[in-house]
């Protein structure tokens, strides 16, 4: 059984804390913001001659200076809420991804990773908590607390409205407050349903040994797969492509998941290694290492693919409601758009390319960081743009976004660890133990 260290406890606990302090710190310099502060932050973005639209809805209703200013001063009060939103979106989805692989496992037998089963349901049992979050942000949206969704402004499907956007009617017969709250909650209740059951089931046939329950548990994963690839389609929707729902892409669900599932290989990896290191998991060895050393390297360049077809036919097509997503990208998160190519193919290709270097337990876990780092950005790159846009390079929103990440990580650490206490590590029921225990890869 793991024992959860007091100090990985305690280290834990200090960085929820820090981060909630470092949030509060943000969202009070967000709040002294007036409205001459934010007519700074306007004429300073016009004077660099940074002009492109971040959000397509900018270039829809009154064009005058007021509406202007009403809009930048909605993106600017966006920002305490858009950086929890992206962090924990990012979490949610990454740990069903880790819940999705652990299913994929099952479903199609796999023996090499049952040592690390235990692994993937702990990191599955975050899910229910980053989803209460969400479902926070989702009250908060839907009573306008928070403006994070355009299309949720009465106004634009009114046609008496000077607001009104034909589009945003045309798209109200799925974007309405209504379905959008019965999705969210469809999403993190499902979502935490399976991990509770694949993990309720997974101690059952340990208990058991017999057949039958595993048989069960095989439904049950394919079950969650089926699940899995109708709610990240609607959650890449819901929160994330809905936020500029003017613009839309046929791969963006793809190039959503896929981000998440090379960062939920990336936890796989910390927290197996760690457990590895600290000798509650001595059967987990180099092939294991190996093998998630692969599928880190294949999601990262699979995440590439995603991204460079997403741009390449966008930019190819050159229409102008639709190249304005990456060209506001381009003027305004130049910093943070092309750069994180360097963390999220540049480095996995140069470093993870070699066989014998994902036996490598060091390189491994630095790249695994590396990677959820280069992830976290990713849906930072996919969120603010649309909400606070151009107004993003100032104090509040550097201590809001890391405030919200190390709030994140402390809790996950603490329910991750929290859980490996309550489940056996080795799940001796698994008829394919043994195969694991003696894999071995050849290469």
């Known amino acids: 059984m793991y024992s959860f260290s007091p100090k990985l406890r305690l280290t834990s606990i200090i960085l929820i804390i820090a981060g909630l302090v470092l949030f509060a710190a ?48 909605m993106q600017v009060a966006n920002q305490p809420l858009a950086a929890l939103h992206l962090v924990a979106v990012f979490f949610f989805a990454a740990s069903c991804c880790v819940l999705f692989f652990y299913s994929i496992q099952h479903a199609a037998h796999a023996g090499w990773s049952i040592i690390i089963t235990r692994v993937m349901e702990a990191i599955a049992s975050f899910i229910p908590w980053v989803g209460a979050v969400l479902l926070i942000i989702m009250v908060l949206n839907v009573m306008h607390i928070g403006h994070l969704f355009h299309w949720m402004d009465p106004s634009l499907v009114d046609p008496n409205s000077p607001n009104f956007d034909v589009l945003t009617l045309e798209k109200s017969k799925f974007l309405n407050v209504g379905w959008y709250v019965f999705r969210n909650i469809l999403y ?75 960062s939920a290989i990336a936890l796989i990896i910390l927290v197996s290694v760690y457990l590895k290191r600290k000798g509650f998991l001595p059967e987990f060895n180099d092939n294991h290492l190996h093998d998630l050393g692969k599928f880190l390297f294949a999601t990262s360049m699979l995440w590439t693919y995603t991204w460079f077809c997403q741009f390449m036919l966008y930019w190819y097509a050159n229409v102008p409601e639709e190249v304005n997503y990456f060209f506001g990208r381009f003027e305004h998160y130049k910093e943070t758009f092309l750069p994180m190519l360097l963390l999220n193919f540049v480095a996995p290709l140069l470093v993870m390319v070699s066989s014998s270097i994902k036996r490598n337990y060091k390189v491994v876990t630095i790249m695994a960081v590396v990677v959820i780092i280069g992830h976290i950005v990713d849906y930072f790159n996919m969120v603010m743009p649309g909400t606070v846009g151009p107004y993003w390079r100032n104090a509040a929103v550097l201590m809001l976004v890391i405030g919200a990440v190390v709030f994140f990580v402390g809790l996950f650490i603490f329910v991750v660890m929290t859980m490996l206490t309550k489940l056996k590590l080795i799940p001796t029921g698994n008829p394919f133990l043994h195969e694991s225990k003696i894999y071995e890869y050849p290469f």
């Open 26 to 73: 943000g969202y009070f310099i967000n709040k002294s913001y007036d409205q001459a502060s934010v007519e700074h932050m306007m004429e300073a973005v016009h004077s660099a001659g940074h002009t492109a639209p971040t959000h397509s809805s900018e270039t829809v209703g009154p064009q005058d200076h007021s509406a202007h200013l009403e809009h930048a001063m």
């Open 188 to 262: 993190v209740a499902g979502a935490s349903f399976f991990a509770w059951k694949l993990r309720s089931q997974s101690k059952k046939v340990d208990q058991t040994k017999d057949r039958r329950d595993y048989q069960m548990l095989y439904r049950w994963a394919v079950g969650y797969i089926v699940f899995f690839g109708f709610a990240s389609v609607g959650w890449a929707w819901d929160w994330l492509m809905s936020i500029d729902h003017h613009w839309y892409s046929t791969m963006y669900v793809w190039y959503a998941m896929v981000s998440c599932l090379a």
